[in-house]
């Protein structure tokens, strides 16, 4: 696979086919919002640094540090076959798919070294008819959870091929789908017959991968093939996602709302951009709403114990995995809706779950992130998933790098008539509008500690196009200017800035970072979680000489919260004095327990009402006299 570098930033790096990609299908319910492949992204600060720590100490090291990642596939016919798990073909997709994703926000050359090298091992596995999976050749798409593990190696690889543009990349893709059409449809099989009824979720999985390759081909037999999957979803066990979605059941009242269902939501996603049909459309967007309300914890994470439950206070296990697999339909539901409050949620999500995931050295993953409770690398408490040449491989530590890769699809979107801001934090971000202008968008700010950011505009020519701001729900007093001139702008929805944009331009935001909070119940009863911004808050016992038994209730009208400084390491992100007779510090949740510590979100705070879920206040945010709004 031969892939172009050209060095330097201000050189535009990019893979040579990143801007020369285009779809073979046009989708006939155009998305309010679309990920804009040419995107070029630059963090700093704290997430920036988080970026590096991740490629540096995971993404680079993985492969040679588990070199069964690849050797499994050239093994699968071996006299002694290996002990394997399910899920162990879904490792190396998830691996291209987070790399690919986070070289997008480095542009790394070693990165983009080790991309090509496990990707072209990988491809050199395929069997002559098609097969990309690692288990023997008489149990191949009918063991356990074979099809899933199919389902990422296309994402993985159709994300290497829209930044490399190699034919091969795709010809691989294409002999798998159409093994696995040859495998099924055309022998009259049901992909619920692949396994047992316990993996039926995972395996349908394969229907989004299909919808996938069809955008890119046009080939008609792959969405044929998606088509029979839905039609499986009918079928019990299966999880019946349409007609229970459009019959008005919350998803963790469905047949199969574990969180690997997830991923054959995406498919409806895409069915409703495929096809232009409501019903799609109408189905995912109140699932989404549904998990929204009943099973996205305070931390960003979802689900409990690996599922939906309908209730967001369950203190069971929030998998890493489940939390990614959110984020990736929370970027769903954003390119179908233009919504900005979906923004806020990615935000949630990425800055508190997805950041609390990571180790701070980036050298490893949890696999639970709870409210309370400590963080543990992955291998601690899903260590029976390692095997013999994978010792640091499970299914949350080749998947949670893929939180900070999505940042490169939704920091800047591109709008029907322009593009769309939802990322804010120091940076530099690049795009080419539709009519081929570039516009190059630089922050200058120290967000999410601060709620000053400053946005310079700068387009290579004048040119004219709207630009979306987006205007957090938690921002209740939000003050923009653009060029110097006072801007009206309203929360919880995005800002619309038409104009001919000019070198030079600026925008100065100053966001609302005033505490609010959420009232906690069932088991988080007379507790609340407290937010500064994006940012939940944690007690942490490091930086506390008070055990958290003796904190005595704060009451919300009356707390303080001052920013201080401190050299511990690993180094807090944010630490904040709380005003009271003893000294009490909290920190931003992804922070907690950074050195094995017990922390807690759920804080004993009095003063305030609950604030019942709705769609304009989604994270049920209250202030000290909002009365529970």
């Given at each position: 696979m031969e892939w172009m570098i050209v060095a330097g930033f201000a050189a535009c790096l990019c893979l040579a086919a990143s801007e020369a990609w285009v779809a073979q299908v046009a989708y006939q319910a155009p998305p309010r919002l679309e990920v804009n492949p040419g995107v070029r992204c630059i963090l700093g600060g704290f997430v920036g640094q988080r970026v590096r720590a991740n490629r540096d100490e995971w993404l680079l090291r993985m492969p040679a540090a588990n070199p069964a990642l690849i050797a499994m596939f050239r093994d699968r016919d071996a006299a002694e076959p290996r002990d394997l798990l399910p899920w162990s073909g879904e490792f190396v997709g998830k691996y291209l798919t987070a790399a690919v994703l986070c070289w997008r926000l480095t542009r790394d050359r070693e990165l983009e070294r080790e991309i090509r090298r496990v990707a072209s091992e990988f491809i050199a596995t395929q069997s002559?008819?098609?097969?990309?999976?690692?288990?023997?050749?008489?149990?191949?798409?009918?063991?356990?959870?074979?099809?899933w593990?199919?389902?990422?190696?296309?994402?993985?690889?159709?994300?290497?091929?829209?930044?490399?543009?190699?034919?091969?990349?795709?010809?691989?893709?294409?002999?798998?789908?159409?093994?696995?059409c040859a495998t099924f449809p055309e022998h009259g099989l049901r992909v619920s017959q692949a396994a047992g009824a316990g993996d039926i979720e995972m395996n349908q999985a394969i229907a989004h991968g299909m919808?996938?390759?069809?955008?890119?081909?046009?080939?008609?037999?792959?969405?044929?093939?998606?088509?029979?999957?839905?039609?499986?979803?009918?079928?019990?066990?299966?999880?019946?996602?349409?007609?229970?979605?459009?019959?008005?059941?919350?998803?963790?009242?469905?047949?199969?709302?574990?969180?690997?269902?997830?991923?054959?939501?995406?498919?409806?996603?895409?069915?409703?951009?495929?096809?232009?049909?409501?019903?799609?459309?109408?189905?995912?967007?109140?699932?989404?709403?549904?998990?929204?309300?009943?099973?996205?914890?305070?931390?960003?994470?979802?689900?409990?114990?690996?599922?939906?439950?309908?209730?967001?206070?369950?203190?069971?296990?929030?998998?890493?995995?489940?939390?990614v697999a959110w984020a990736a339909l929370s970027l769903d539901m954003l390119r179908l809706t233009g919504d900005s409050l979906v923004a806020d949620e990615i935000e949630y999500s990425t800055l508190n779950a997805g950041l609390g995931a990571q180790c701070p050295s980036g050298r490893w993953w949890t696999y639970n992130?709870?409210?309370?409770?400590?963080?543990?690398?992955?291998?601690?408490?899903?260590?029976?998933?390692?095997?013999?040449?994978?010792?640091?491989?499970?299914?949350?530590?080749?998947?949670?790098?893929?939180?900070?890769?999505?940042?490169?699809?939704?920091?800047?979107?591109?709008?029907?008539?322009?593009?769309?801001?939802?990322?804010?934090g120091?940076?530099?971000?690049?795009?080419?509008?539709?009519?081929?202008?570039?516009?190059?968008?630089?922050?200058?700010?120290?967000?999410?500690?601060?709620?000053?950011?400053?946005?310079?505009?700068?387009?290579?020519?004048?040119?004219?196009?709207?630009?979306?701001?987006?205007?957090?729900?938690?921002s209740e007093q939000t003050a923009v200017k653009v060029n110097g001139r006072p801007v009206s702008a309203r929360?919880?929805?995005?800002?619309?800035?038409?104009?001919?944009?000019?070198?030079?331009?600026?925008?100065?935001?100053?966001?609302?970072?005033?505490?609010?909070?959420?009232?906690?119940?069932?088991?988080?009863a007379g507790k609340a979680s407290i937010y500064r911004g994006p940012l939940l808050l944690a007690y942490d016992p490091r930086f506390n000489p008070i055990p958290f038994s003796g904190i005595a209730s704060l009451e919300a009208a009356s707390l303080r919260l001052a920013r201080v400084r401190t050299a511990d390491e690993p180094t807090p992100w944010l630490l904040l004095r709380v005003n009271g007779e003893q000294p009490r510090y909290l920190c931003d949740f992804a922070s907690a327990g950074a050195t094995g510590t017990v922390y807690h979100s759920w804080l004993p705070i009095g003063g305030l009402a609950?604030?019942?879920?709705s769609r304009e206040n989604p994270l049920r945010s209250v202030r000290p006299g909002d009365g529970g709004r």
């Open positions: 002559p008819e098609g097969y990309l999976g690692p288990f023997p050749r008489a149990g191949r798409l009918r063991t356990g959870w074979d099809l593990g199919h389902y990422h190696a296309l994402v993985g690889l159709l994300l290497c091929h829209r930044e490399s543009g190699d034919p091969a990349t795709l010809q691989t893709c294409r002999r798998a789908a159409d093994f696995i919808l996938l390759l069809y955008r890119e081909t046009g080939e008609p037999r792959y969405l044929e093939m998606a088509h029979r999957v839905e039609r499986d979803w009918e079928t019990p066990p299966a999880g019946d996602y349409v007609r229970t979605a459009l019959a008005g059941l919350p998803f963790w009242q469905t047949p199969k709302p574990r969180w690997e269902s997830l991923h054959n939501l995406m498919a409806i996603a895409e069915l409703a951009l495929v096809t232009g049909d409501d019903r799609y459309r109408r189905a995912f967007t109140h699932i989404w709403w549904s998990i929204v309300e009943g099973d996205r914890h305070n931390t960003g994470g979802f689900s409990s114990g690996e599922q939906a439950c309908g209730n967001p206070y369950s203190p069971q296990a929030i998998e890493t995995c489940c939390t992130t709870p409210m309370d409770g400590q963080r543990k690398a992955s291998f601690h408490d899903i260590g029976f998933q390692c095997r013999p040449g994978l010792p640091e491989l499970n299914c949350c530590s080749v998947n949670g790098p893929r939180l900070l890769g999505m940042i490169s699809q939704w920091a800047l979107m591109q709008s029907p008539d322009g593009l769309a801001l939802n990322y804010y120091p940076c530099r971000l690049q795009a080419t509008l539709p009519s081929g202008v570039q516009v190059i968008v630089r922050q200058e700010t120290r967000y999410p500690l601060e709620g000053r950011v400053a946005i310079r505009v700068t387009p290579e020519r004048p040119t004219r196009f709207i630009l979306l701001l987006r205007i957090p729900a938690w929360p919880g929805a995005y800002l619309l800035l038409a104009r001919t944009w000019r070198e030079g331009d600026r925008i100065e935001m100053d966001l609302d970072l005033r505490p609010h909070f959420w009232v906690g119940e069932h088991e988080c609950p604030a019942p879920f």
